[in-house]
């Protein structure tokens, strides 16, 4: 039994939610016919000039925020330059020596009996992103097209130091980043579409002769789920402790090798080794010019921080009442679940009821439906409504979700559904008829009610009983007090 | 001798000639001689005439005319012109034609002037003598055995032979100056961030700009105030505007700086004297004259050579066969093999010209790991003190005037085979592109043979219409400008 500890860095690259791509006004829409959202600049065509789309800056700059990095004066561009056909400048704008976040950190939220974990970041920068090749193996000619519709597409490049320790944390900090991403709307981070898309550096510190040895660092390339990173984080903590005790090389003693996972093979492969990497040639792009990060204007984009998981687990745990569980379940269910979620309690619904109805009946006829809550049929201010009725005893439970079926097909306001399916709130009409003709009957007990003996009321609530034997007391007691101190 | 740009404006708007007039004598005198001076790349006579038609039909309905309105331009072929081809002087883009024009073409063209043409240069602005064209050298109208100098030779050569009365060209280190001294006529370099780059092919992109070149200050001054200003295409294009002059009645009291580092051996006898005769003209005016001094101008050529080159390195990746231009035929071979790296280092190879695979080697060397900090990294902190020294000198003087080449044209094929001597060329134009600052060269004299030699004035940052100025005062008192070749006449 050998005692090791896995070390893991991950490089996480995210495309930003900006309408425009980073140097041009082209579309970031994805799926579009192929080359089609491309113009002069993106196509590299010569005497072309980048033209920097603030949007990402803002994006890049909350995002840095968020993940409690320091933004600095002044941020600038370097050029990465190599040679691929999907590049058709011949080299990449990126950020070198002056990225547009420094350091930071992100916690991960602590499970049942853990501590919580910190993890640091290095930094984050923003880069423009490289076209697709389509290598046509079936032609039997080996051509390759190049599609550049993604070209130019706004990336940012968020580092973290090497301070994850086993494949299911480095999937929770996946989680909790990708979460975090969401809720400020940074990104929204679809993996099939290539929207978030992760690099690990991964090497073993392994116990030999009580001294701690660090194996040589392995970059795995082309992970594009969390289950991919988890698998890939697996085998190669498995490869390179078999390797290590098969040859005993040591960190430094060869040179940074590349992997690539192969989902299907679940396996990771030799890309190349680093010694015969490009050299980039970084150096300042003079076709754009440093960026100046007004201190105030970076203050006045704290205000989105209120958008953090963190924050909104706290409010909804800590100011509604919630269990951390179930603030918990609801952060993880999106931005749009929160923004439902909080404009149901806006319309007078409980915050556990509507909690309860997002988790279940909601979820899963969104589901059913295909749909995401922003375009979920039911608005949250109905649903708050209903839950708030059925609250007051209006409804029944099961009234309730007979309401939520018909406004589910049908939509409408609470009480055209209440009509339609024939469901009988008690009759408001009818309980007042019956409270004024009571008011009337017994001016004395009105007058001691109005003189502050509540309990007065009692008397004309028999009586109403004996008026319509199905009267609610309750209901009746309430309506009379409320008609009577309001005159 | 032809009209200026302004009397061409003048004449076309008072009626005296038409449009269709002007650019048939201009196509007329490129049909005749150009086959002596290899001026044109690109003669883009249908869209010239086009333009003529249109603008004459303009002027008999007397709509509002533009501030150049029937002036005929040649354009050097480093600038992009839509649907006219721009080959850079390279072979790898010698069938390209862009789809977009430049933001000066843009400008021109709102301004009426008429393009007839692309004019021959180093390739991608890459010389000295106008000798490495792919397309075969300019002939300089002074001398036809001399060299136009380099890079917008084509550019100074069809203004120096009257074939048209304005041209553009572009500096990255003295490429409109210099071959403006080395033909006779005026070239303004702007102030950096002055005149939008977009559509200009860049070579070294921190340190170019376009610039216009004519006989006459007047004329160039009149291409500034339509090319000038701010343009949301180019990020580097300033939004300050270019300062009006003080100089534009007298010159009593302008301080003007005189460099001792200039007054070195290299310096031809002719030059050296028709300086001092330039300074005593100004002196006559009321100038006077302050020594100034620039420490670190002696690194200049080396500090522009690696600056220029790194990002050239860059610039230039994308002429890789793969999205335009030339490409290699070479047999695929998948992904799996090196078809690739194959098609990229045999259409560099066939597609560019020993100078330019030059500089794109010491820039990539001057750029690399382990090579970076000593090269570009030292240079661009000699760039700095430069800028530095510039400033201090501008504390005591107005403009400052010295040398705009250390020698008269020289021979075609003479310096072909020793670079660094080619480099040296440069030694006095470098300096202004790597402070960013103004600088305009204007004729001051001929040798005897007739050869024409040239000054240079060096301005404060968007002080450009001061220079124009200064020389539109010496052109009204002396006829240097007024001489023209007659290589042309047989
Ligand atoms: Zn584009």
Same mark, same amino acid.
């Given at each position: 039994m050998v005692d090791y500890e896995l070390i893991v860095g991950l490089e996480v690259h995210v495309q930003l939610n900006t309408q425009t791509k980073l140097f041009c006004g082209c579309s970031t829409l994805f799926g579009q016919d192929p080359n089609t959202a491309t113009c002069p600049v993106c196509l590299g065509h010569p005497g072309a000039l980048p033209v920097l789309n603030e949007e990402a800056i803002r994006l890049a700059v909350v995002t840095g925020?968020?993940?409690?990095?320091?933004?600095?004066?002044?941020?600038?561009?370097?050029?990465?330059?190599?040679?691929?056909?999907?590049?058709?400048?011949?080299?990449?704008? *990126?950020?070198?020596?002056?990225?547009?976040?420094? @350091?930071?950190?992100?916690?991960?939220?602590?499970?049942?009996?853990? $501590?919580?974990?910190?993890?640091?970041?290095? %930094?984050?920068?923003?880069?423009?992103?490289?076209?697709?090749?389509? #290598?046509?193996?079936?032609?039997?000619? @080996?051509?390759?097209?190049? !599609?550049?519709?993604? +070209?130019?597409?706004?990336?940012? /490049?968020?580092? *973290? /130091?090497?301070d994850l320790r086993s494949a299911a944390e480095a999937k929770q900090y996946l989680s909790e980043l990708k979460l975090l991403l969401e809720h400020l709307q940074v990104s929204d981070c679809n993996m099939e579409q290539g929207s978030l898309r992760v690099d690990a550096n991964v090497n073993l510190h392994v116990m030999v002769d009580g001294e701690r040895v660090a194996t040589p660092i392995v970059e795995i390339k082309n992970l594009n789920s969390f289950r991919a990173v988890e698998r890939a984080l697996e085998y190669e903590s498995q490869r390179q402790l078999a390797a290590f005790l098969a040859d005993g090389k040591r960190i430094g003693q060869v040179p940074k090798q590349t992997r690539g996972w192969d989902d299907a093979a679940q396996i990771t492969r030799v890309q190349r080794e680093k010694e015969e990497s490009a050299d980039y040639r970084y150096f300042p792009d003079p076709d754009l010019v440093p960026i100046q990060l007004a201190a105030d204007w970076v203050e006045s984009l704290r205000a989105r921080m209120s958008h953090r998981p963190a924050e909104i687990r706290q409010r909804l745990a800590g100011d509604l009442g919630l269990s951390d569980y179930d603030a918990g379940v609801l952060v993880a269910m999106g931005p749009a679940c929160i923004a439902y979620f909080e404009q149901a309690i806006a319309a007078g619904g409980d915050a556990k009821r509507v909690s309860n109805w997002l988790q279940q009946d909601i979820t899963r006829s969104a589901s059913e439906l295909g749909v995401t809550l922003d375009q979920f049929p039911v608005p949250p201010a109905v649903l708050g409504e209903l839950v708030a009725r059925i609250g007051a005893g209006e409804?029944?439970?099961?009234?309730?979700?007979?309401?939520?079926?018909?406004?589910?097909?049908?939509?409408?306001?609470?009480?055209?559904?209440? /009509?339609?399916?024939?469901? /009988?709130?008690?009759?408001?009409?009818?309980?007042? $008829?019956?409270?004024?003709?009571?008011?009337? +009957? #017994?001016?004395?007990?009105? !007058?001691?009610? =109005?003189g502050g003996k509540a309990q007065a009321v009692g008397a004309m609530i028999g009586a109403a009983r004996k008026i319509d034997r199905n009267a609610d007391p309750g209901k009746v007691r309430a309506r009379l007090l409320e008609l009577i101190q309001s005159t | 001798m032809s009209r200026t740009a302004l009397e061409s404006r003048r004449a076309f708007a008072e009626g005296t000639v038409t449009a269709t007039e002007l650019v048939e004598t201009c196509l007329n005198t490129i049909e005749r001689h150009d086959a002596k001076l290899n001026v044109?790349?690109?003669?883009?006579?249908?869209?010239?005439?086009?333009?003529?038609?249109?603008?004459?039909? %303009?002027? !008999?309905?007397?709509?509002?005319?533009?501030?150049?309105?029937?002036?005929?331009?040649?354009?050097?072929?480093?600038?992009?012109?839509?649907?006219?081809?721009?080959t850079c002087g390279s072979r790898i883009l010698e069938k390209y034609t862009p789809v977009f024009d430049a933001t000066v073409i843009d400008r021109l063209k709102q301004a009426d002037a008429i393009v007839v043409g692309k004019t021959n240069l180093d390739e991608f602005g890459m010389g000295s003598s106008n000798e490495n064209s792919a397309y075969g050298r300019v002939a300089n109208p002074w001398d036809l055995d001399r060299v136009t100098g380099g890079s917008s030779g084509g550019a100074a050569a069809v203004v120096a032979a009257d074939f048209v009365p304005l041209s553009l060209g572009t500096d990255t280190g003295g490429s409109i100056r210099q071959p403006a001294a080395f033909c006779g006529v005026v070239g303004l370099k702007p102030t950096y961030g002055s005149v939008s780059r977009y559509g200009m092919v860049a070579y070294a992109s921190s340190l170019e700009q376009i610039g216009p070149m004519a006989r006459t200050a007047a004329d160039c001054r009149a291409a500034l105030d339509v090319l000038a200003g701010h343009d949301d295409k180019d990020s580097t294009c300033s939004r300050t505007p270019l300062k009006d002059s003080s100089w534009n009645q007298s010159l009593k009291g302008l301080r003007v700086g005189w460099v001792e580092e200039h007054w070195t051996d290299g310096i031809s006898e002719g030059i050296a004297a028709a300086l001092r005769s330039t300074r005593e003209w100004l002196e006559g005016q009321g100038a006077t004259f302050?020594?100034?001094?620039?420490? #670190?101008?002696?690194?200049?050529?080396?500090?522009?050579?690696?600056?220029?080159?790194? $990002?050239?390195? *860059?610039?230039?990746?994308?002429? !890789?066969?793969? #999205?335009?231009?030339? =490409?290699?035929?070479?047999?695929? $071979?998948?992904? *799996?093999?090196?078809?690739?790296?194959?098609?990229?280092?045999?259409? %560099?190879? +066939?597609g560019l010209g020993p100078e330019v695979k030059r500089r794109i080697l010491l820039g990539t060397f001057a750029l690399s790991a382990g090579y970076a900090e000593a090269f570009y990294g030292k240079a661009s902190r000699v760039r700095r003190a430069i800028q530095q020294d510039f400033l201090e000198a501008f504390q005591d003087v107005d403009v400052i005037l010295g040398p705009t080449t250390p020698t008269e044209p020289f021979r075609a094929g003479e310096k072909v085979d020793d670079p660094l001597a080619m480099y040296l060329a440069d030694v006095f134009t470098v300096l202004a592109n790597l402070a960013g600052l103004p600088a305009i060269s204007f004729p001051v004299g001929f040798t005897e043979h007739p050869l024409p030699l040239g000054a240079q004035l060096i301005g404060r940052p968007f002080e450009d219409r001061a220079l124009l100025d200064i020389v539109e005062r010496f052109q009204d008192d002396t006829d240097w400008h007024l001489r023209r070749p007659s290589s042309l006449n047989s």
């Open positions: 925020l968020a993940l409690n990095g320091s933004i600095p004066p002044v941020t600038r561009w370097d050029r990465k330059n190599y040679f691929y056909p999907d590049l058709p400048k011949g080299y990449q704008i *990126s950020q070198l020596d002056h990225p547009v976040v420094g @350091g930071g950190y992100l916690d991960l939220p602590a499970a049942e009996g853990q $501590e919580p974990r910190r993890i640091r970041l290095t %930094r984050a920068h923003l880069e423009e992103d490289a076209g697709k090749s389509l #290598h046509d193996e079936t032609s039997g000619t @080996g051509d390759s097209r190049i !599609d550049l519709n993604r +070209a130019g597409t706004p990336l940012l /490049e968020i580092v *973290s /130091e090497p409804f029944t439970t099961a009234q309730g979700k007979d309401l939520f079926q018909h406004l589910l097909s049908q939509g409408g306001s609470v009480g055209e559904a209440a /009509e339609a399916i024939g469901i /009988e709130a008690v009759d408001e009409s009818a309980l007042d $008829e019956l409270c004024q003709q009571l008011i009337a +009957a #017994h001016p004395q007990v009105v !007058d001691d009610i =109005r | 044109f790349l690109t003669v883009a006579d249908e869209q010239a005439r086009r333009q003529a038609a249109d603008l004459d039909r %303009r002027r !008999d309905a007397k709509e509002p005319l533009g501030p150049l309105a029937g002036v005929c331009v040649a354009v050097k072929d480093l600038i992009s012109t839509r649907d006219i081809r721009t302050v020594p100034v001094s620039l420490p #670190h101008a002696r690194y200049g050529i080396a500090a522009y050579y690696l600056l220029a080159s790194s $990002e050239a390195s *860059s610039n230039l990746a994308r002429f !890789d066969g793969a #999205h335009y231009g030339l =490409r290699a035929n070479v047999k695929a $071979e998948g992904r *799996s093999g090196n078809g690739l790296e194959q098609m990229y280092s045999q259409s %560099r190879e +066939a």
